[in-house]
């Protein structure tokens, strides 16, 4: 029974039900009929399962070449200095000189940032805060070995946080790539 329910859904598997508790007064060719309706309504079911995995699948597909072509487009470095200046505030233009005392701040400033206004970016101001992400990550590298553990520890939340809310974009933008085709309108 945990098969059928799994396969098709509790309307399946509730008719699948009934079939067997008729089978016990039925005879074997009304049985057989049974069978084979079962079988038609599973098939039925497979069938629906692997076009929308065909449709999702190429809508996909779709969403994955335009992001790789949109990524291909190199940034704007008057846009990109623009948002690490929205992002990192007084520390934009200064990462090179972060000590292991100073790294913290930076990472929470861009997180306060993120936080306050990443639902209205678009895929293209994502590019732009990954870069400057990717920035603030390297100047990190340069001072990691002399970082305590509790700092470090800080950092990696901050950093596991905005991957969340990046990831949490693209399943979105996904979610919406991927929505079955809207049922033609009434005339």
């Known amino acids: ?34 069978v084979r309706e079962q079988a038609h309504n599973l098939d039925t ?15 996909t ?5 335009a992001n790789r072509a949109r990524r291909a487009q190199p940034l704007d470095p008057q846009r990109r200095k623009a948002f690490a200046a929205n992002l990192l505030g007084p520390y934009a233009g200064r990462l090179g000189a972060l000590t292991p005392a100073t790294i913290g701040a930076p990472y929470q400033q861009l997180l306060q940032q993120t936080r306050a206004r990443h639902s209205a970016w678009t895929d293209r101001d994502w590019d732009y805060a990954r870069a400057v992400y990717a920035d603030l990550n390297a ?10 553990a509790r700092g470090e520890l800080r950092v990696r939340a901050w950093q596991a946080e905005f991957v969340a809310m ?4 693209t399943a979105g933008e996904l979610h919406a790539a991927t929505r079955p085709p809207a049922p033609p309108a009434a005339r």
Do not use: F, N, W
């Open 1 to 34: 029974m945990k098969k059928l329910i799994s396969l098709g859904g509790p309307a399946l598997a509730l008719g699948a039900l009934a079939g067997l508790l008729a089978a016990c007064d039925s005879t074997p060719r009304e049985r057989q009929a049974a």
């Open 45 to 59: 079911v497979a069938r629906r399962g692997a076009h929308t995995l065909a449709r999702v699948g190429r809508q």
């Open 61 to 65: 597909a779709r969403y994955d070449a």
């Open 139 to 148: 100047a990190l590298a340069r001072v990691r070995l002399d970082l305590p």
């Open 166 to 169: 990046q990831a949490g974009h």
